[in-house]
């Protein structure tokens, strides 16, 4: 793979920056900025990303088969992220589909987008938001108990240096090793083992829509298989269509 690193200390989104220059950006670049003025996450809602205190990076895929779907590489990517903090003493779960907690709040998101120029399908772009040094009061108010950042945690300035090192090559080994074998395996059973929601009665939101479930398990498809509380129904749920709340 090219390993084209591009560094900003701000900028309004790096996944917008790589919409903008989807033929001039190669793929394996690596996009990583110190602060995000305009950070998106999933359906337009915002990601918080101030400046010294987070950390964002794209990256940028042009080489992938029909088969790595978008979501199954939002959860290659979360489960080398886990592992990174792992190795790096952060024990740390998977909320399926996008995002990583520590003691129930979220550390860390992973957004994935197909990118289009004329219809035509340039790029996938995985972004990943990840709080080191937040204070509590460094979030906006409606996400103060639902946040958390890796210095909050450990209960010292974190330094990320080593973290993104260990977790790009970690994404790596399990891009190359997916593209290779085309077997999600290796890296949902990451995400499976260290899910923070099988197992859990949770509240699924689709659109307007509410209902309690109990979560089964991920299929091999990256999708949610869970039990409807009041149908006693098994389902699955797509990520793209649905938000979870309280895990
Ligand atoms: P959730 O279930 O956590 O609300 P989601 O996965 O359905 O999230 P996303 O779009 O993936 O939704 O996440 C964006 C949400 O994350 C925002 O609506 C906001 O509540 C929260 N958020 C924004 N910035 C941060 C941050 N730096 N750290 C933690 N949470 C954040
Ligand atoms: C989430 O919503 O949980 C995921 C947030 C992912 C944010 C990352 S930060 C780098 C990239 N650029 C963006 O604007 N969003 C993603």
């Given at each position: 793979t090219q390993?084209?690193?591009?560094?900003?200390?701000?900028?309004?989104?790096?996944?917008?920056?790589?919409?903008?220059?989807?033929?001039?950006i190669d793929h394996g670049s690596?996009?990583?900025?110190?602060?995000?003025?305009?950070?998106?996450?999933?359906?337009?809602?915002?990601?918080?990303?101030?400046?010294?205190?987070?950390?964002?990076?794209?990256i940028v895929l042009k080489e992938f088969s029909d088969?790595m779907?978008?979501?199954?590489l939002?959860?290659?990517?979360?489960?080398?992220?886990?592992?990174?903090?792992?190795?790096?003493?952060?024990?740390?779960?998977?909320?399926?589909?996008?995002?990583?907690?520590?003691?129930?709040?979220?550390?860390?998101?992973?957004?994935?987008?197909?990118?289009?120029?004329?219809?035509?399908l340039q790029a996938i772009?995985?972004?990943?938001?990840?709080?080191?040094?937040?204070?509590?009061?460094?979030?906006?108010?409606?996400?103060?108990?639902?946040?958390?950042?890796?210095?909050?945690?450990?209960?010292?300035?974190?330094?990320?240096?080593?973290?993104?090192?260990?977790?790009?090559?970690?994404?790596e080994?399990?891009y190359q090793?997916y593209q290779q074998?085309?077997?999600?395996?290796?890296?949902?059973?990451?995400?499976?083992?260290?899910?923070?929601?099988?197992?859990?009665?949770?509240?699924?939101?689709?659109?307007?829509?509410?209902?309690?479930?109990?979560?089964?398990?991920?299929?091999?498809?990256?999708?949610?298989?869970?039990?409807?509380?009041?149908?006693?129904?098994?389902?699955?749920?797509?990520?793209?269509?649905?938000?979870?709340?309280?895990?």
């Amino acid at each position: 793979t090219q390993d084209n690193l591009y560094l900003f200390e701000t900028i309004d989104s790096t996944h917008t920056y790589v919409s903008h220059n989807l033929s001039t950006i190669d793929h394996g670049s690596v996009l990583l900025a110190y602060s995000q003025t305009a950070g998106r996450g999933r359906r337009g809602r915002k990601w918080s990303s101030p400046i010294g205190k987070s950390l964002s990076l794209s990256i940028v895929l042009k080489e992938f088969s029909d088969q790595m779907k978008p979501t199954l590489l939002t959860q290659l990517t979360a489960a080398a992220l886990q592992q990174a903090l792992a190795e790096v003493g952060l024990p740390i779960a998977i909320k399926w589909p996008n995002d990583l907690l520590i003691n129930r709040r979220k550390v860390a998101g992973v957004l994935t987008e197909a990118m289009f120029e004329r219809q035509v399908l340039q790029a996938i772009t995985i972004g990943i938001g990840i709080n080191l040094n937040q204070s509590q009061s460094d979030f906006p108010t409606e996400i103060h108990p639902k946040a958390t950042s890796l210095a909050l945690e450990t209960e010292s300035p974190f330094f990320a240096d080593k973290l993104i090192a260990q977790f790009l090559k970690l994404f790596e080994q399990f891009y190359q090793d997916y593209q290779q074998s085309l077997d999600p395996e290796p890296f949902l059973s990451i995400c499976r083992q260290e899910s923070a929601v099988i197992g859990e009665i949770v509240t699924v939101v689709q659109g307007d829509k509410r209902r309690d479930v109990e979560v089964l398990g991920i299929e091999a498809t990256g999708e949610l298989l869970v039990r409807d509380l009041s149908s006693k129904e098994k389902m699955t749920l797509i990520s793209s269509e649905v938000s979870l709340r309280n895990p």
